[in-house]
T-cell receptor, first 115, second 113 residues
Framework: SQKIEQNSEALNIQEGKTATLTCNYT??????LQWYRQDPGRGPVFLLL?????KEKRKERLKVTFDTTLKQSLFHITASQPADSATYLC??????????????FGKGTKLSVKP | DAGVIQSPRHEVTEMGQEVTLRCKPI?????LFWYRQTMMRGLELLIY????????DSGMPEDRFSAKMPNASFSTLKIQPSEPRDSAVYFC???????????FGAGTRLSVL
């Protein structure tokens, strides 16, 4: 069956360190992968998108990598701050089939950055 | 733009009652999505519309759930009759096209007692 796994349910790090979150998938051929941030009581907010033919994308302190051979994406937050504490979701858009508009979400990793 | 607007923010109802959740997408967006989020299953797509037409409703749990989009600025998700296992946060999202970035509303937290 098709599956998306975000390796950690929770990740605790110290302020100033780099947070690295992992998203693995099986049995998909994604057109692209997205990362979203979700704060308690709110809907997910889009952060970054990376396409299947791209290896890396950056936006300010955020960096995403995409390895279609390993079927894995890594999401990095450098110089992390307590304000980065949130749940981060990865989502795949499939590259085939009738459901081409569907994003499939992972369950998320809850990041806590301690001062 | 005010973003995607959902109402109500919270709904508490008793088993067997009808529940209607509402969504106003971002003006100009052609695709609208309804999701359900629980701790156990995460964020799951229930149904999505393109240009007001339902495209994929394979995520709708059962016949108790129905969704409509009578025009480009309004959609409803109805549960009739509601059951305790329907308790979850329901999100609406919209996007320019079905493969574009999705913008989520704040969600409706539903509790069925």
């Amino acid at each position: 069956s098709q599956k998306i796994e975000q390796n950690s349910e929770a990740l605790n790090i110290q302020e100033g360190k780099t947070a690295t979150l992992t998203c693995n998938y099986t049995n998909y051929s994604p057109a692209y992968l997205q990362w979203y941030r979700q704060d308690p009581g709110r809907g997910p907010v889009f952060l970054l998108l990376i396409r299947e033919n791209e290896k890396e994308k950056r936006k300010e302190r955020l960096k995403v990598t995409f390895d279609t051979t390993l079927k894995q994406s890594l999401f990095h937050i450098t110089a992390s701050q307590p304000a980065d504490s949130a749940t981060y979701l990865c989502a795949l858009l499939m590259n085939y089939g009738g459901s081409q508009g569907n994003l499939i979400f992972g369950k998320g990793t809850k990041l806590s950055v301690k001062p | 733009d005010a973003g995607v607007i959902q109402s109500p923010r919270h709904e508490v109802t008793e088993m067997g009652q009808e529940v209607t959740l509402r969504c106003k997408p971002i003006s100009g967006h052609n695709s609208l999505f309804w999701y359900r989020q629980t701790m156990m299953r995460g964020l799951e797509l229930l149904i999505y519309f393109n240009n007001n037409v339902p495209i994929d409703d394979s995520g709708m749990p059962e016949d108790r759930f129905s969704a409509k989009m009578p025009n480009a600025s309004f959609s409803t998700l109805k549960i009739q009759p509601s059951e305790p296992r329907d308790s979850a946060v329901y999100f609406c999202a919209s996007s320019l096209g079905s493969r574009d970035i999705q913008y989520f509303g704040a969600g409706t937290r539903l509790s069925v007692l």
